[in-house]
């Protein structure tokens, strides 16, 4: 057995010993001793400071507020003035009893839409004193915000109004939709880029987008050109509402009075 480990294995050792002696005399000739002296005087504490923290980072706050809450004031300050709207339309009647004759059908829409968007305002400034007073939200600039809301407000009391004068009980099914999507498309909680790819799509074409971030200049600090650009669209979309509204009461009015009047014989529809 002594032979047969001899034979085998004192060979293979033979030739680790030799090439690890090679190594050392090449490590000696590379390596100077004044580097090995650097190396074991250097402080190993430091060092294991910085490579478990190599980069230093510097935060310098531009628009600092104060904690999560009012950071997402905006979201939720217009989802409240779209769920307003909705209980407006869901509580109030969008027609107008009146003789027809003497009126025409844009009258009825623009009429009662004043009184939609007189008591919609109220409940948006409600909201927002609430945020002011109540809450304690950190808002950096009050007046900007209550502007703002109050532009929002416009927008969204003309889009949801519109959507139910036109289609009757079908606009409040497809104002409820949009609310569902602007929930999760805005952007308003997680940036947009996080989001699955179909949100990320729909982002650009939602109310809810511009009405947060025209909320989170209030909140943050007002740069004019982004607030701008965010009224701007909110004001395309009221215009562009309004248009359809104007166009479509008259030839759409009498479909869904129908329409309505079959659903109340239903009795599932009220």
């Not at 217009?78 to 307003?84: H, Y």
């Not at 952007?187 to 982002?203: C, K, R, T, Y």
């Amino acid at each position: 057995l002594a032979d047969d480990l001899a034979k085998n294995s004192l060979p293979k050792l033979m030739t680790a010993v030799g090439n690890t002696t090679e190594k050392l005399n090449e490590a000696k000739a590379s390596i100077s001793v004044e580097d090995l002296i650097s190396l074991l005087r250097r402080d190993v504490e430091s060092d294991s400071d910085f490579l478990s923290n190599p980069i230093e980072l510097v935060e310098e706050k531009k628009f600092p507020i104060a904690n999560y809450g009012s950071a997402s004031s905006p979201f939720y300050t217009a989802l409240a003035i779209w769920v307003g709207g909705l209980l407006l339309v869901s509580m109030l009647s969008v027609n107008v009893e009146m003789p027809k004759g003497m009126y025409k059908p844009h009258h009825f829409y623009f009429g009662r839409g004043l009184t939609f968007l007189t008591i919609a305002t109220v409940q948006a400034i409600v909201v927002v004193l609430g945020n002011i007073f109540i809450l304690r939200v950190d808002i950096h600039n009050k007046w900007s915000f209550i502007l703002f809301s109050l532009i929002i407000c416009f927008a969204f009391t003309t889009i949801v109004y519109t959507l139910v004068a036109i289609f009757g009980n079908i606009g409040k099914g497809i104002a409820i939709i949009l609310l569902v999507l602007q929930i999760s498309g805005s952007g308003g909680n997680f940036p947009i880029e996080v989001s699955p790819p179909f949100f990320q799509w729909i982002n650009p074409f939602l109310p809810f987008t511009y009405a947060v971030n025209l909320l989170r200049e209030g909140v943050g600090g007002v740069i004019w050109l982004n607030a701008t650009k965010f009224i701007s669209v909110l004001l395309i979309f009221s215009v562009l509402f309004i248009i359809l509204g104007t166009i479509l009461k008259k030839p759409l009015m009498n479909v869904v009075e129908q329409f309505t009047k079959n659903a109340k014989k239903s009795k599932i529809i009220h």
